[in-house]
């Protein structure tokens, strides 16, 4: 059901990308960037899921990925204001 | 009527979170207790509801299973609604004590709070699996932004830290479904559970992945660096609402998939066991790390690091004891929790500060606050007569029923150290001040009536909860799905 | 409906007596003892219609369920009645003696609250109708009785409280496992006159074997049987009216009572003789009556040596019983009684010398006599009863469990009990002489007449001629010795 193609190959690379990334990367900025490309590893392998209806694909999961592409869009926002608010915090430490 | 109680459960939260953007609290809170009011009504009524007809079902926009979603609210909703019910008009009354609604954070109070309100119901009520993925998310994206309402860079940080570790669990969640979509085409979590009969090596990762997913926002050691410094930091009505409710969520969701869609691959042996170790590793961790705290917020945060555990300790033992006292425990622990947030902030406010060596000789002035914290505290501990004490009973029952006289130590051993951080907090309130500090009363804040009942009749409930266990565990019912 | 009920009445009074002291707050001083006394003398006057009715043979039950084939039960038998009415009686003359005693000190209202708390609590333990209602007013108790111990708030009392918490906690926990191992194999623990086990010894010999000896690991803490007694010694930073209330009426005699409970009305005699933990118990009873003996010879300050005579005295209780025959239970079961009236009157009299001259050490006590005669008598009777001379309530209770360790053929505790009345004798009777025939140490203490105030001086009479009374008038009905004689009989089915 699960043909192991260039997509779902990707996916996974993307996925470890990541993951490499979010335990490796001490500053937030990095890390925020990190969990993002794990998302799009996911993202993608719903779509590779999409192609397991035999006459065109099924609605589902892309369905699936834009409502997770909005959520992690909202999610993503947030996180990058947070990270500014704390390096405005910092400078004011410094000053 | 009956069949709409969901989605007004689901949609009157957020209305009164739409409307307090647009109005504010108002004057003398007058709107905000309207909005208390309008969350609160619809998860009453559907508890009653399901208290006398049994689980209610509603199919979004009529459209009808796979395609459509399907809330639903069986014991198991019901019980967790009651519970978010319960605490947030209690937490929101000592809201409108506590800010002063001119302020930019009692405005923001109001509008997340009803909407994270909102977001609770609609993950309780969620019996699909990407449904239950898209609340979630909304819990977490409304509850992180109240951490920062205290302002502090310490938030700020614990804010962040807590949103990345969020959202990759949540990613790691939405990969495992994707997983099971993939093999059985459908999300709603009934007809996903028949169709994975029989597991395979696919299913295993899907559980995998969803259980790390959740256990990262449950903040079950060794996923829990965010949790003390997020609910340390926050103000207390938003502490109380963190730890009594929101961490809940993610551990009732992977209740929900134990019983439900993952009872296969998450009752294997292994699974089961490795999950109850990390939640003993939880217990005690949490407990010896909530002995060591110099501030009382941090010992309450890391006493919900603790209390979280026992709730794995559910997958190895599986019955009806278990679940009832996995489940009776986690009820337990949110009324007290708040309480226990709600009385530290209190004691906080009134004296301007939470080190617990310098809170010596201020027992006598925070008579209440103190009280307080320790009715709360009795639950915690696990002591009768409370609600923490049935379900510490339940659980014991159950493990020595499967045999298991370790983890019945455990437990034991984690209710002595919830006596040693509980005490050691009432040792300070009992003990005289340093003589060369005699005569000087420490300057104190008074807090009025709004402050001050709200935490003490949720620290009564959980002493009313060791007297309630039968009408609780027949709303209860059954394990669903015949799990066990 | 109501009349059936009375257990609940009988707690709930202190409860709301606790609750209303709580509320007032630390300035309502007249109201205060308003409700202190009149929730004591209201409760006496229940406990009494309450003894007509069990003498009756009118049936007391409370059921209620907590959880699904869980039941808090509330009941009155003979039993109950022995620490209920040795409870009541006693709270009333200790709340008199510590309005007196705590006079003009701060935090008034936290004592009072949690000492009415601490009784309820009491109350809940004598009328607990199985071992899950036993257990959640034994764990009440504590929690009930640590504010009181660390009342003075001193780094001493503290650290003492910390003690006492370890040990009593640590000892519930034990407990609640001992129960909870019951209930899973399929126990449910009610309290029933010849036992409950109901032939589960009989399948699972191993684990009733071992569930026994964590439930008496679990009510030992309190019993304070060797080596599970360290904290009582300590606990005497705590004011006079709690230690009082600590030897005498509450804690020790909770652990004491529960082992009773568990000895005839979970186990039964039979099983207790079957799987020999009579003896065992007995052989530990014993090790601590000496040990307790021994090690209160050798102290030098006066309510410790009071508090190791305590660690001694109680476990002529759980000698009694595990003993079993009849004349050894009566033994046992009235120096409940007994030994309650006797070291509540030692603990008064401790009080009024240290409240009145300020007198902690023995060497203290020189020539005390001629300047506080009446306490200084009740000192006297008090200590004799603890020796056991005749006609006082201790001999009475040495003499059936003498009597009942040749009728359970049992000839070794015949020594103990003596070598112990011998001990008992080797620190009680110094402090005698000391406080009627040494001479004062200066000029100062040798001048006249200064005894204790009239609040603490009644009650310490009115104790002191109790346990005067209890022994001389033994054998009159309604006596404590009668009314434990009837509750053997009933216990034995004769």
Redesign the interface.
């Known amino acids: 059901m699960m043909g192991l193609d260039v997509y779902a190959i990707a996916a996974a690379v993307l996925v470890g990308l990541g993951f490499h990334g979010l335990i490796t990367q001490p500053h937030p900025l990095k890390r925020l960037l990190a969990v993002n490309v794990v998302g799009n590893g996911v993202f993608l392998a719903l779509i590779v899921l999409a192609r397991r209806l035999p006459d065109g694909p099924d609605p589902i999961p892309h369905a699936m990925v834009l409502t997770g592409i909005v959520i992690a869009v909202s999610a993503t926002a947030f996180g990058l204001a947070l990270v500014r608010r704390q390096a405005r915090d910092a400078e004011e430490r410094d000053d | 009527m009956t069949e709409m109680l969901p989605v007004l459960a689901v949609f009157l939260p957020l209305l009164a979170g739409v409307i307090l953007f647009l109005s504010g609290p108002g004057p003398g809170g007058l709107w905000a207790l309207g909005g208390i009011v309008l969350s609160a009504a619809p998860s009453l009524l559907l508890v009653r509801q399901v208290a006398v007809m049994g689980t209610i079902e509603h199919l979004m926009g009529g459209w009808s299973v796979p395609l459509g979603i399907r809330l639903m609210a069986d014991g198991l909703s019901a019980l967790m609604i009651l519970l978010t019910a319960v605490v947030g008009v209690l937490v929101s009354i000592h809201a409108l004590g506590l800010f002063d609604r001119r302020d930019a954070a009692s405005r923001q109070f109001w509008v997340l709070w009803p909407l994270l309100w909102g977001a609770l119901n609609a993950l309780f009520l969620s019996a699909d699996l990407f449904n239950a993925y898209v609340t979630l998310e909304l819990v977490t994206l409304a509850a992180i932004p109240l951490v920062l309402l205290a302002g502090s860079a310490r938030a700020v940080s614990a804010a962040l830290r807590y949103l990345i570790l969020a959202l990759f669990g949540s990613m790691l969640y939405l990969a495992g479904v994707a997983l099971i979509y993939g093999l059985t085409g459908v999300l709603d979590m009934q007809l996903a559970g028949e169709r994975l009969a029989g597991g395979g090596w696919v299913v295993n990762l899907a559980a995998a992945l969803m259980v790390t997913g959740l256990l990262v926002k449950a903040a079950i050691v060794p996923f829990h660096l965010w949790l003390p410094d997020a609910h340390g930091s926050a103000p207390a009505p938003v502490s109380a609402l963190l730890s009594a409710l929101v961490v809940k969520a993610a551990v009732y969701l992977l209740l929900r998939l134990w019983s439900g869609p993952l009872l296969e691959p998450l009752s294997q042996p292994s699974v089961a066991w490795l999950l109850a170790g990390l939640g003993v590793a939880a217990i005690l961790y949490g407990s010896v790390q909530a002995l060591r705290q110099p501030r009382l917020k941090l010992v309450v945060a890391y006493s919900t690091v603790a209390q979280l555990g026992y709730m794995l300790l559910l997958f190895p033992m599986a019955g009806l004891l278990a679940w009832q006292g996995v489940i009776y425990h986690g009820v337990a622990h949110g009324v007290a929790k708040a309480a226990l947030f709600l009385a530290a902030g209190n004691i906080l406010y009134q004296i301007g500060h939470d080190r617990i060596v310098d809170l010596r000789g201020s027992g006598t002035v925070l008579a209440v606050s103190f009280g307080t914290f320790a009715i709360a505290g009795i639950s915690i501990m696990g002591l009768p007569p409370s609600g923490g004490f049935l379900g510490k009973w339940l659980l014991l029952q159950a493990t020595l029923g499967a045999g298991a006289w370790w983890l019945a130590l455990v437990i034991l051993a984690g209710g002595l150290l919830a006596a040693g951080y509980v005490f050691r907090v009432l040792r300070a309130a009992f003990q005289l001040p340093d003589s060369d500090a005699e005569g000087m009363e420490p300057p104190v804040r008074h807090i009025g009536p709004l402050m001050r009942w709200p935490a003490l009749v949720l620290a009564l409930l959980g002493i009313a909860l060791g007297f309630a266990g039968e009408p609780l565990l027949a709303l209860l019912g059954d394990m669903p799905g015949g799990a066990g | 409906m109501i009349y059936q009920a009375l257990p609940l009445w009988v707690l709930m009074t202190s409860l709301v007596a606790a609750l209303v002291v709580?509320v007032a707050g630390?300035r309502r001083h007249r109201l205060r003892i308003t409700v202190n006394l009149a929730a004591a003398v209201f409760k006496l006057l229940l406990v009494a219609v309450m003894l007509v009715g069990v003498l009756r043979g009118d049936l007391f039950l409370v059921r209620?369920?907590?959880?699904?084939g869980?039941e808090?039960i509330l009941h009155a038998d003979a039993l109950t009645m022995l620490f209920t009415t040795l409870s009541a009686v006693l709270w009333l003359v200790t709340t008199v003696y510590a309005i007196s005693y705590l006079e003009q000190r701060?935090?008034r209202a936290?004592f009072f609250g949690f000492f009415s708390l601490c009784v309820a609590a009491t109350m809940g333990i004598a009328t607990a109708g199985n071992l899950f209602t036993f257990?959640?007013f034994y764990?009440?108790l504590?929690?009930a009785t640590?504010?009181l111990v660390?009342?003075?708030?001193?780094?001493k009392a503290?650290a003492v409280?910390?003690l006492y918490?370890r040990y009593t906690?640590?000892g519930?926990?034990v407990l609640?496992?001992g129960i909870?191992?019951l209930?899973?194999l399929g126990v449910p623990g009610d309290f029933l006159a010849g036992g409950s086990l109901d032939g589960v010894e009989k399948t699972h010999r191993a684990a009733v074997f071992g569930i026994f000896l964590l439930l008496l690991g679990g009510l030992g803490v309190k019993a304070a049987v060797v080596p599970l007694h360290v904290w009582l010694p300590s606990a005497m930073v705590a004011p006079a009216p709690v230690s009082a209330l600590l030897h005498a009426v509450a804690v020790v005699k909770a652990g004491a009572f529960g082992i009773v409970r568990v000895v005839y009305d979970v186990y039964g005699l039979e099983v207790m003789t079957e799987l020999q933990l009579g003896t065992l118990l007995a052989a530990v009873a014993s090790v601590t009556i000496i040990y307790g003996s021994l090690k209160a010879i050798a102290q030098t300050d006066l309510k410790r040596r009071l508090a190791y005579s305590t660690v001694s005295q109680v476990s002529y209780i759980a000698l009694g019983v595990g003993l079993g025959s009849p004349l050894a239970t009566v033994g046992g079961l009235v120096h409940l009684v007994h030994q309650g009236l006797m070291k509540i009157t030692l603990f008064f009299c401790a009080g009024n010398y240290a409240e009145t001259h300020g007198i902690h050490k023995i060497t203290e006590l020189n020539g005390i006599g001629r300047r506080m005669p009446w306490t200084t008598a009740m000192f006297t009777l008090g200590a004799f009863g603890m020796m056991g001379a005749p006609p006082l309530a201790g001999f009475v209770s040495k003499w059936y469990l003498g009597m009942g360790a040749l009728q359970a053929e049992a000839l070794w505790v015949i020594p103990v009990l003596l070598v112990s009345t011998a001990l008992n004798a080797i620190y009680f009777l110094p402090m005698l002489y000391r406080a009627w025939f040494a001479p004062p140490a200066d000029r100062e203490a040798a001048a006249g007449l200064a005894e204790a105030r009239l609040g603490l001086l009644v009650p310490t009479l009115c104790t002191g001629i109790a346990a005067l009374g209890a022994g001389v008038l033994a054998g009159l009905p309604l006596s404590p010795l009668s009314w434990v004689a009837f509750i053997v009989a009933q216990e034995y089915g004769e």
Do not use: D, K, Q, Y
């Not at chain 3, 209620?64 to 699904?68: C, D, E, G, S």
């Not at chain 3, 660390?150 to 780094?155: A, E, L, R, S, T």
């Open positions: 709580f630390e209620f369920a907590v959880l699904p869980v808090l701060p935090n936290r257990f959640v764990e009440l504590t929690l640590w504010p660390v009342h003075n708030g001193w780094p503290m409280g910390r918490l906690l640590g519930g926990a609640l496992l909870v191992a209930n899973s």
